[in-house]
């Protein structure tokens, strides 16, 4: 489907092109933030020996700040500052700006935060990671500096690591990956902050991931105070890259349209919240004699309505949307 140039019109309708793109985008970040987001929790035990060997405690250490890191944004500051997905707190009768014309996420929103926050509840109390609000705040802080004090004079090492597993993961050439751990985590063209939330979230990012053409070639760029984020950046935009198959028909003019409004730094907390069980929940019904990466491709190639019914069929309907989507790797690749 081709998609011609918008006006401010087209926006504000939520039966628009430009309204529906919006929404598909919007879907597909809740993907990106979610593979990255399972990732960040199971990236320490798929290099377990080679953490070992950097540093004996390292593999429990990262999946303990992970596991707590995550939780800050369902419990922790993050979620304070930010709320829910669909609404805040649950005090507001309307979602939240960017989701109250997006049926999945002002229907299921906080229904997949708060599945999500149980399951790392779960999975934290084996590694004794503290589920509690204000009480985990006083674990997480001790964990994150702790990590930046093992990591100091061991970043590139660890930067070599994180390009080696995603790229296995993923099955992407290591030469398309570029990651660095470094303090000063921004870079390309960033969006100007339209809100206090989008400032506040500027102000604490602690890594950006994103796809760069250099040459003739996109490659992921990702850099991330500690390793773990790294590997969360470096999959986001691994991701993200699988996913512009899905952007590609769009006019210059509605690609950014779609974008400044879908790709709000101050939407990602919310994102963090509802992706990762979303990704788990896709993830469950996606064919396995393909690579995932080859399904998520075809997804992000559908257009709005169908990509909608399909990420509520994976809710609702999980073995008709693994049906949807053994159908649809056929016909492609017929």
Known sequence: MEVSSCSSSDRDDPNSDIAQQTNKRLTLNLLIQGA????????????RDELEQIRPGLTRLYDRFAISGQLNYCIGEVGLTFGRPNRWWGFSKTPQTPFRNHLLLATYGNQLATEETRHLKKIGWQKYVIGVPLLHWCQFV??????????????????????QV??????IPE??????????VAFGNLQAT??????????????????????????????????????????KGTVELI????????????????????????????????????????IAVAPRDRPLANTLMHV????????????????EEPSRAAQTLRVLGAESAG
């Not at 030469?175 to 000063?184: H, K, Q, W």
């Not at 992000?300 to 809710?315: F, N, S």
């Open 36 to 47: 990255a987001a399972h990732m960040f929790i199971t990236a320490s035990h798929l290099v």
């Open 194 to 235: 339209k809100s206090l939330l989008a400032k506040a979230a500027r102000d604490g990012a602690a890594g950006y991931g994103g796809v760069e053409r250099r040459g003739d070639r996109f490659t992921v760029v990702a850099k991330a105070r500690i390793f773990p984020l790294l590997v969360h950046e470096l999959v």
């Open 300 to 315: 992000a190639r559908l257009d709005p309505e169908p990509l909608e019914t399909l990420m509520m069929q994976v809710l």
């Open 142 to 163: 001790p964990l994150l500096l702790k990590v930046l004090w093992v990591e100091n004079g061991r970043e590139q090492q660890l930067a070599r690591l994180a390009v």
């Open 175 to 184: 030469e398309r990956l570029d990651g660095t751990i470094t303090p000063a």
């Open 166 to 171: 995603v790229s296995e993961i993923w099955n």
């Open 243 to 282: 996913c512009l198959h899905g952007l590609g028909e769009l006019e210059d003019d509605v690609y950014q349209a779609v974008t400044d409004e879908a790709d709000r730094i101050e939407y990602e907390a919310w994102l963090l919240q509802a992706g990762p069980a979303m990704w788990r929940r896709f």
